[in-house]
């Protein structure tokens, strides 16, 4: 049975990222990465934000490969996570 479709709410809140690549990158790094919360996790380093978008989503992530940083994880962020 196929899903039901997504309510237009669904499409009008950016959803939250987070994404996580290899090496520390020091704070200087998040107004290029459009202004992401970088966190430091044993070794790695979270982006974590809001994109309007798929497409903004894919520019992050060609902004990560671009910069020659090793991507491990895409993950989103659940509303109820960030409460």
């Not at 990465?33 to 309007?52: I, K, Q, S």
Request: glycine share 8%; charged share 25%.
């Amino acid at each position: 049975m196929p899903n039901p479709p997504a309510s237009q709410s669904d499409f009008t809140e950016p959803l939250t990222y987070q994404v996580r690549v290899k090496g520390h990158l020091d704070t200087e790094w998040a107004d290029w990465l459009g202004g992401l919360t970088l966190t430091l996790d044993e070794g790695d380093t979270l982006l974590t934000g809001p994109t309007l978008d798929q497409a903004a989503l894919h520019g992050l992530l060609k902004k990560v490969r671009d910069a020659g940083l090793t991507l491990i994880s895409v993950n989103p962020v659940d509303k109820t996570d960030k409460e």
